[in-house]
C-alpha cells in the first residue's frame, strides 16, 4: 500500500484486491498509517489497484470507516473499478463511502 | 398471530433472553474494566441484536428503550462516556426493565419504562450531539424505517399482488461461504424480482483493531411474487432471516406518501432499480453519534449470535419438540420395558417355539438401541449451566452495595450442562445460597481486615460432573459455622434442648441451619430472608432429587454442595405393592430392604413403629395406612420395611410387596392429584400397569416421631459408615462371592453365545469399548468346578483398574452390607481373597479384586520407583478391619514394613516411639479422627514434614480441601491401590522441605 500525505489528506492506495486473504496485514498497516500521521484530518482509500473485494474487503473498508469516525477523520473511497462500485451501490455503501450513487438503468 | 410467527417470537424470546442474560453479567463486568474494547463491542452488539429484533415485530417499548442504551453505549463504546458505578446502575435498571418487556413481550407496551429512558437520555444529552435527532413521525412499521422507500415502487408491488419481505444477509456466511460472489448473488436476487433498497448494518463492525471482525450484515428490501418457503430456498437462507412486511401497514404508510402522477406500471423483473430517493423516509431516530445520511444502522440481524458459530453445526430446536422427543423416548422405553418382561416370561414358561430362536439377542439390541436413544435426547435436552451462574454477578454487584460490603464472584464450570427442568429448578435455591453467603457468611470489610483476610470477601459458585451426578457448590470465605454459637441459637429458638445440643456432633450441628425458622444473622435483613429459607432450599433440592451437604471451618468459611441427578426424566426405581397397588420408589433414597416376619416383627413404641436393625431403631411408617388403603391381616408382621434415607435422617417404609427394579419414565400427574405432597408423578410400568411415585419427602414430612436420642446417637457414630457395601453374587458355584460396590464399574446381563473364546481365553467385544477379557472366578480361586455356562450370564466390570477386564456373574444375588468388623481373614487364605464373612446368613467369599488379578496374571507389574522402598516404614491408621486388610494387601511386598494403627489416638502414640517415613491415614476415625491427628502433627516441629497420605472413601471435593488445610500432603481412595501405590513412591521421593 502507498501512502500520500496530500496537505492534510491522507491517500492510502491499496496495491491490489482487498481480499480475506490480505485484510489482516491491511489492518495492521492501516493502524500504523493512521497512527504515523496524526494531523491527517481527512482518508482517501484509493482503489485505483483493486478490481474486487469481498466480504472481508468491506470490512476492512467499514473498519477505515469507523476509525476515522473516531478520530474524528473525513473518509472517502476514490477511483473505484466498475464491479467494486456496482458492489458498493446495491450495498448502500456508496453514500458512505462518499461517492455518488449511480442510478441503473 | 399465526403459527409461524408465533414460533418466530418465541425465537425472538429465547435469543433476547440469551442476550440480555449477556449484558447483565458484562455490564458488572465492565465496571471493573470500563475501558475494556471486547467487552465494550460484546454489549453494544447484546443491546443492538435485542433492539433489531423487537423491531421485526413491532415491539415498539422495546425497541426504544434498547435505543437509547445502544446510543449511550455507543457513546461509552467511543470514549465520550465513562462507564462509573452511576451510568452502570442506569443500564443494569434498563436491562431489568428489557427483562420484563421479554418475559411477556404482548405486553411490553404496558410496562412504563419512561424513567429508564428519560435517565438515559440525559446521557444521551450531556454529550454533544453529532446531529439532531430526526422525529419519527411516519407510521412506518420500525423494521422498515432503516430503508429509504420510494413509494411507487412499494404501492406498484401491491397492486401486482407482490410481496414485499426483509431478507437479512450474512455476506460471508450465507454468500461466500457457499461459494458464491456477493455481486452475482445479489444479481440472481435482482432477477427473482425488486430490490427497493438495501442497508447494510455496519452497528457491528468494529474499528481497525476489532480482535474478531465481523461478518457484514446486510438488510434487502424486495417484493416478489414468490411464496416465502420459495423464496427461502431460492435465496438458500433459514428462516429467521426472512420477514415479510405486513400489507396493511405498508397500505397505511403509502396512504402518507404523495402520489406522484398517475398509476406506473409493474417495473420489469430485471434489472429492477436501486432508488435514492430525493427525500429519505426518516430513519430509526438516530444516537448522538448514528450515522449520518442514509440511516442504515438499527436493522435487525436475529442471525447476528449464530454467525459465531458455525451455521451447519447447530440448530436452534424448541424445547416444546426436544420435550415431545423425550416423551416418545420415554414411551420407547417402556415398550422396551414391556418387550423385555414378555421375553422374560417366555423364557420361564415352557420354552421358545424354534422359529424364535435368536429372538432374545434382537430384543437386546433394541434394548440397547432404546437406552441409547433415551441417553442421546437428554443429552440434547442438557444446558450449560453458566447461564445461570452468570446472573449472580449482577446479584452479588447489587448486594455490596446493600451491605457496604466488597464481593468478588468467582464462577467455576459453566459449560457443565444440565437438564433444563433442573437448571430452572436451582435458580431459586442457588440464588439464596449465594444470598445468604453474602449476607451471613461474609464479614463487613473492616472485620475481615481486622482478623486479617483480604478487604473484598470471595464467593465462588462451581459447577462439576462428579460420578454420575452434577455437583454445584457455593463457597464462601467468611467466617464459618461455628457449631457453638449455631447450636446455643438452636436452644435459644427453642429447637433442641441444651442435652440434645451437648451430644450434636459438629456435622449435625452445621445441619441445624436448615431447621425451619432458623437464622443465625445477629440482624435479620431484607437481603437473605427472616430465616425461612434454608429449610426451604433443602426441601427444594430433596425434590428436585438432590441432596445438600455442607463443609465448614470457623474463621475460614464455608461450602453448601448441592448434588443432583443428570435429568429428572429418566429414573431407576423400585416398584412395591400395597394392596392391589403399584408404587415407585426412587432408588436413590433406598439404602436396603428387610424382610419382616415372625423373628422379625415391627416394635412399638410410644404409639411410633420402630424397626430394630443392626442395634439401631428406626421409625416405619406403613405405606397402606398413609393411604389410606384397606389394612391387611397382620401389617405389623409381614411385608417389607424400605430402609429410606432423606438427608441424614434414615426411616423404614412397610410395603406389602417388592416387585422389581425397573427405569421408569417420570410423568407429570393428572390436575386432581396435583394438590398432594405423597406423590411426585406417575410411571407406566413394564407390566402395563400405572404405577404412582412416592414423594419420599412429602410422604415423612410431619409423620416421622421425634428422632430418639438413642437414634440420634447411632447417627454420630454412623458418620462413618458401619459397614460396607457389596454386591454378592455366584458364579455357577454353591460359593457365594461379594465384591465391594465402590470396585464395581456396571453390571450387564447377557447371552453367553456373545463370548468368544480366542486362546483358551474368554472375551466379551464391546459396540464402543475394548473388548473385555472375561475371568472366571472357579479358575484362580479354590472352589467347587461350574458345569457349562447357562444362556444368560452377567458380567462384572470393575473400576479402579487399568486393564479391560470383566468377572462373570451366573447370578447376582444383591447388594448386601458387610459389617467391616465381621472380616475373618483366617478361614480361607488364598490369592484373590480378602476374607470370609457371614452375610445375610451365609458365608461368603470376599474377593480382593487385585489379589484376583494378579492370580489370573493380569495384574500389571509393581510400578519401578526409583526409590528405596524395602527400607522403609510405613504407619497405616486405620480404624477398620476391612480396609485395613485391603490397603495392608496393597503394600504387601511392596514396602519394608507396615505397623497398622487402629484409630488416630494410637497412630499419635505410635509415632512417639517409632520412626516412619510415612503416615497413611483414614480421615474418620473414633477417638482421634484423621484431620485432627494431621492438625496435631503440623503443630509438633517433629512432624512438620512426615509426609500424610490421607484415604478416605468419600472421595469429594470438600474432603480435599479440608484435609489440605489440615496438613495432608496427598489425599487418595481406599480403593484405587494403583493410585495408592503411586502417592507413596512420590511421598518417599520428594525431596525433604
Known sequence: MQTLLEASTLRLVFAGDILSTNVAALRTELLATLGAHPAATHVTADLVNARTVDSQGINLLLALYRESERRKIGFRVENPSPEIRRLFDLLNLSGRFGLKPTKQP | MSTAEQEMLELFVQEAREHLGVLESDLVSLEANPRDAALLNRLFRAVHSVKGTAGFFGLTAITELAHVMESVMALVRDGRLEAGPELINLFLAGTDKLKAMVASPENSADIPSLAEREALGAMLRSDPPARPAAAEKDILPLYLRSFRIDPELVRSALRNGHHVYVVQLRLHADIEAKGQGILDYLREVQSLGTLIDTATDIA?????????????????????????????????????????????????????????????????????????????????????????????????????????????ETVRISVSLLDALMNLAGEMVLGRNQLLRVAESRREGAGAPPEHEGLGGIIQ??????????????????????????RFHRVLRDLGQKLGKEIQLETVGDDVELDRALIEGLSDPLTHLVRNAADHGLEPREERLRVGKPPAGRVRISAAHLAGRVQIEVRDDGRGLDPVRLKAKAVEKGLITADQAERLGEAEAWQLIFAPGFSTAAVVSDVSGRGVGMDVV???????????????????????????????????????????????????????????????????????????????????????????????????GSGYVLILRLDRRRFGLRVDQVADTEEIVVKPLGRHLQGTTLYSGATLLGQGRIALILDLAGLAAGRLPPEPASTRETTRASLRPPAEQVLLFRDGTPETFALHIANIGRIERLSSSRIERIGGQDFLRQENGPTLRLVRLQTHLPVTPPGPLPAEIHVIVPRLVDQPIALVAEEILDAAELPVDALDTSTLIAPGVLGTASIEGALTIILDLYGLLRAAGLDRPAIPGGVDLASRRILLAEDTLFFREAVRRAFTGFVGALDVANDGEEAWQRLQTGAYDVLVTDLEMPRLNGFELVARLRSDPRFKTLPVIALSARDTPEFHERARIAGVNRFESKFDRERLRRALIDALSAPTP
Do not use: Y
Not at chain 2, 433394541?366 to 452468570?390: C, E, F, K, N, Y
Not at chain 2, 463443609?551 to 394392596?579: F, M, N, Q, Y
Open chain 2, 538 to 636: 433443602k426441601t427444594n433440592i430433596e425434590r428436585l432429587g438432590g441432596r445438600v451437604e455442607i463443609e465448614s471451618v470457623v474463621g475460614r468459611g464455608t461450602a453448601i454442595i448441592i448434588r443432583l441427578p443428570l435429568t429428572l426424566a429418566i429414573i431407576p426405581a423400585l416398584i412395591v405393592g400395597c394392596g392391589d397397588r403399584l408404587f415407585a420408589v426412587p432408588q436413590l433414597n433406598l439404602i436396603e430392604i428387610v424382610r419382616i416376619g415372625p423373628d422379625r416383627p415391627l416394635e412399638d413404641f410410644g404409639g411410633s413403629r420402630l424397626l430394630r436393625l443392626r442395634e439401631e431403631l428406626l421409625p416405619v411408617l406403613d405405606l397402606s395406612a398413609l393411604l389410606g388403603l384397606p389394612a391387611t391381616e397382620d401389617q405389623a
Open chain 2, 365 to 390: 439390541g433394541i434394548s440397547a438401541v432404546t437406552s441409547d436413544l433415551q441417553r442421546t435426547i437428554m443429552r440434547a435436552r442438557l444446558q450449560p449451566v453458566g447461564g445461570l451462574l452468570g
Open chain 2, 204 to 312: 457491528e463492525v468494529g474499528g481497525l483493531d476489532a480482535e474478531a471482525p465481523a461478518d457484514v450484515v446486510c438488510s434487502l428490501l424486495f417484493a416478489t411474487a414468490m411464496e416465502p418457503d420459495l423464496l427461502l430456498g431460492a435465496f438458500d437462507l433459514p428462516a429467521a432471516q426472512l420477514v415479510q412486511a405486513a400489507a396493511p401497514a405498508l397500505r397505511e404508510w403509502l396512504a402518507t406518501q404523495p402520489v406522484l402522477g398517475p398509476a406506473t406500471p409493474p417495473p420489469p423483473p430485471s434489472p429492477p432499480a436501486v432508488v435514492a430517493p430525493a427525500s429519505p423516509a426518516a430513519p430509526a431516530a438516530p444516537a448522538a453519534l448514528s450515522p449520518p445520511e442514509d440511516g442504515t444502522t438499527g436493522t435487525a440481524h436475529p442471525m447476528a449470535s449464530a454467525s459465531r458459530t458455525k451455521p451447519d
